[in-house]
Nanobody, 124 residues
């Protein structure tokens, strides 16, 4: 059974940093694209970042470019999201996702497995 477990969320002030982690089990981690999505109340789930399984190519949503960095450690079966210069509009539940697809994608419905989410709140 596939399990993705996020951690590292919390309450921070604008300008602070957080590092989210997602530990995976039950899948061949190194062969999956690993992505991060987020969802705020009243909004649809939106793409944040993705790390391609074999090329190391990464993609970021425009609102987080230059502030967030996705990385992965295949030996630890873990994907990370380093979030710097956090803004109130970054407040959301953050989800990690895993998928095997022919092309890297930002579309949520292309990812087969999802974690339970971790809350990130940025407020003064």
């Amino acid at each position: 059974q596939v399990q993705l477990l996020e951690s590292g969320g919390g309450l921070v002030q604008p300008g602070d940093s957080l590092r989210l982690s997602c530990a995976a089990s039950g899948l061949t981690f190194s062969t999956y694209d690993m992505g991060w999505f987020r969802q705020a109340p009243g909004k649809e789930r939106e793409f944040v970042a993705v790390f391609r399984w074999n090329t190391g190519v990464t993609y970021y949503a425009d609102p987080v470019k230059g502030r967030f960095t996705i990385s992965r450690d295949n030996a630890k079966r873990t994907v990370y999201l380093q979030m710097n210069s956090l803004k109130p509009e970054d407040t959301a539940v953050y989800y990690c996702a895993a998928g095997q697809m022919w092309r890297v994608t930002t579309e949520a419905d292309k990812y087969a497995y999802w974690g339970q989410g971790t809350q990130v709140t940025v407020s003064s």
